[in-house]
C-alpha cells in the first residue's frame, strides 16, 4: 500500500508500507544486528556533549563525508546487503543515493530527538529514502515556527516500510522518534545523496 501526503510548505511524504517482505525485512534486521559495527557517538547540542541514545554507523561512497552536531563522519564500504537495498530503494524512489546513516534503537528506551536533514552536504532539497526494520515506532513530524498554524503528523513506521521524504519537508519540519515503552528493537536505514563535502 502506498499512502501519499502533502506537507505544508511543499513538503511531501511517501510512504510504501510493506515495502519489503516481513520474513526479508526479519533477516536484514538480524545480519545488520550482528555485522555491522555499531557506535554510539557523542554529539553537541547546546554547547554540551551527550551521548545519542541509540547506536548508528555510516556508510557509502568514498568521500561522502557528512557532518552533524559536532561529528565528522567518515564513510565505510557499502555491505553486499545494503549495496543490493540501495538499488531497490532508488528503483522505488526514482532519487539516486550515495551513503546510509543507520540508526539501532535498541529498545523503547532508545530515541531520535527532532532535527531536520538539512544540512548544506545534502544540497537545497534532499531527499531522504527512510528503511524501517524491527519494531513498530512512532515517527512523527513538527512544523517550524514558519507553519505555526499547522499540526504535528505522526507515522506509524513498521518493520519492512520505506517513507520517502521529499520537496521542501527539512526546510519546514522536524521530525523525530520519541521514546516508547515496549518497543522492540528496531533499525533505520536513512538513505541519502551528499552533494558537497
Same mark, same amino acid.
Given at each position: 500500500?502506498?499512502?501519499?501526503?502533502?506537507?505544508?510548505?511543499?513538503?511531501?511524504?511517501?510512504?510504501?508500507?510493506?515495502?519489503?517482505?516481513?520474513?526479508?525485512?526479519?533477516?536484514?534486521?538480524?545480519?545488520?544486528?550482528?555485522?555491522?559495527?555499531?557506535?554510539?557517538?557523542?554529539?553537541?547540542?547546546?554547547?554540551?556533549?551527550?551521548?545519542?541514545?541509540?547506536?548508528?554507523?555510516?556508510?557509502?561512497?568514498?568521500?561522502?563525508?557528512?557532518?552533524?552536531?559536532?561529528?565528522?563522519?567518515?564513510? $565505510? *564500504?557499502? !555491505?553486499?546487503? #545494503?549495496? +543490493?537495498?540501495?538499488?531497490? &530503494?532508488?528503483?522505488?524512489?526514482?532519487?539516486? @543515493?550515495?551513503?546510509?546513516?543507520?540508526?539501532?534503537?535498541?529498545?523503547?528506551?532508545?530515541?531520535?530527538?527532532?532535527?531536520?536533514?538539512?544540512?548544506?552536504?545534502?544540497?537545497?532539497?534532499?531527499?531522504?529514502?527512510?528503511?524501517?526494520?524491527?519494531?513498530?515506532?512512532?515517527?512523527?513530524?513538527?512544523?517550524?515556527?514558519?507553519?505555526?498554524?499547522? $499540526? *504535528?503528523? !505522526?507515522?506509524? #513506521?513498521? +518493520?519492512?516500510?520505506?517513507? &520517502?521524504?521529499?520537496?521542501?519537508?527539512?526546510? @519546514?519540519?522536524?521530525?523525530?522518534?520519541?521514546?516508547?515503552?515496549?518497543?522492540?528493537?528496531?533499525?533505520?536505514?536513512?538513505?541519502?545523496?551528499?552533494?558537497?563535502?
Amino acid at each position: 500500500m502506498v499512502r501519499v501526503e502533502q506537507l505544508a510548505g511543499g513538503g511531501l511524504l511517501t510512504l510504501h508500507d510493506p515495502w519489503l517482505p516481513s520474513a526479508e525485512a526479519e533477516a536484514l534486521l538480524s545480519t545488520l544486528q550482528d555485522t555491522v559495527v555499531w557506535k554510539q557517538e557523542k554529539i553537541r547540542l547546546f554547547g554540551r556533549e551527550h551521548f545519542q541514545p541509540r547506536l548508528s554507523a555510516w556508510m557509502g561512497d568514498p568521500g561522502t563525508i557528512y557532518r552533524y552536531s559536532g561529528l565528522t563522519l567518515q564513510p $565505510a *564500504p557499502w !555491505t553486499p546487503a #545494503l549495496a +543490493g537495498l540501495r538499488e531497490r &530503494v532508488e528503483a522505488t524512489s526514482g532519487v539516486p @543515493f550515495n551513503s546510509v546513516l543507520l540508526n539501532y534503537y535498541r529498545s523503547g528506551d532508545d530515541a531520535m530527538g527532532f532535527h531536520a536533514d538539512a544540512e548544506p552536504e545534502l544540497g537545497q532539497n534532499p531527499v531522504i529514502a527512510s528503511v524501517s526494520l524491527g519494531g513498530h515506532r512512532r515517527f512523527v513530524l513538527k512544523p517550524t515556527r514558519d507553519l505555526p498554524d499547522e $499540526a *504535528p503528523v !505522526t507515522l506509524s #513506521l513498521g +518493520g519492512g516500510s520505506l517513507l &520517502v521524504m521529499s520537496g521542501t519537508t527539512q526546510h @519546514f519540519w522536524r521530525h523525530g522518534v520519541p521514546r516508547q515503552a515496549g518497543a522492540g528493537p528496531r533499525i533505520n536505514l536513512t538513505f541519502r545523496r551528499i552533494v558537497a563535502s
